[in-house]
């Protein structure tokens, strides 16, 4: 079994729906990052987060620490949110070693 | 402020032969980490390097060898190359690595192995 795991692993969804990415982990973690990735490779870093909740324009990112699970939010998706979102942890002893989740491929239709 | 820069963006190499990556930080910071990214695999982590010293390593082989610089420029170097090393390599930095340290991603160098 993966350290982390995502779910769905792939959405597709229409422009203005709510969506909802998940991110289930088992190790004990200093921080959780997800992160965006657009067809050509680049990454962005959109939330790190160690407990609670942030919010980012269009985006929600909240964590439980004692149910070690992550929820990434769009609201009023739209096609340029189309991506490959990306969770990763960071292991308490680990420092800057990030293990990733298998990403979910977003897709949100005009 | 200048992101992160990886060089080259685009290389093809031959089985057999060896690699050389690098990676500019964003100024002032002082921590690199490199990342695998393939198909099969998706993303593993490498390396990290913090003040000219590798602080973390990942489960690859011997061949994946980086160094930093005392400007915090990063090169990794693969030898003997495979054909399983195609792959998408990214470089992140951060400001003091450490836990919980917000990480910046350069735009990767993609490397196809024939």
């Known amino acids: 079994k993966n350290e982390v795991e995502q779910s769905p692993q792939n959405l597709t969804a229409q422009e203005g729906e709510f969506i909802t990415i998940n991110c289930s982990y088992s190790?004990?973690?200093?921080?959780l990052h997800w992160l965006q990735q657009h067809p050509g490779g680049g990454i962005v870093s959109l939330f790190m987060?160690?407990?609670g909740k942030k919010k980012h324009g269009r985006l929600i990112a909240t964590i439980n620490i004692q149910e070690k699970h992550s929820s990434l939010h769009i609201t009023a998706s739209h096609p340029r949110d189309s991506a490959v979102y990306i969770c990763a942890v960071q292991n308490i002893q680990g420092a800057q070693k990030l293990v990733f989740g298998q990403g979910t491929r977003l897709t949100i239709n005009p | 402020k200048a992101g992160v820069t990886q060089t080259p963006r685009y290389l093809i190499k031959t089985r057999g032969q060896q690699v050389t990556l690098s990676c500019s930080p964003i100024s002032g910071h002082r921590s690199v980490s490199w990342y695998q990214q393939t198909p099969g695999q998706g993303l593993q982590f490498l390396f990290e390097y913090f003040s000219e010293t590798q602080r973390n390593k990942g489960n690859f082989p011997g061949r994946f060898s980086g160094r930093q610089f005392s400007n915090s420029r990063s090169e990794m170097n693969v030898s003997t190359l495979e054909l399983g090393d195609s792959a998408l390599y990214l470089c992140?930095?951060?400001?003091?690595?450490?836990?919980?340290?917000?990480?910046?991603f350069g735009p990767g160098t993609r490397l196809t192995v024939t």
């Open positions: 992140a930095s951060s400001l003091l690595g450490g836990e919980s340290a917000e990480q910046y």
């Open positions: 190790v004990g973690i200093s921080a």
């Open positions: 987060l160690s407990s």
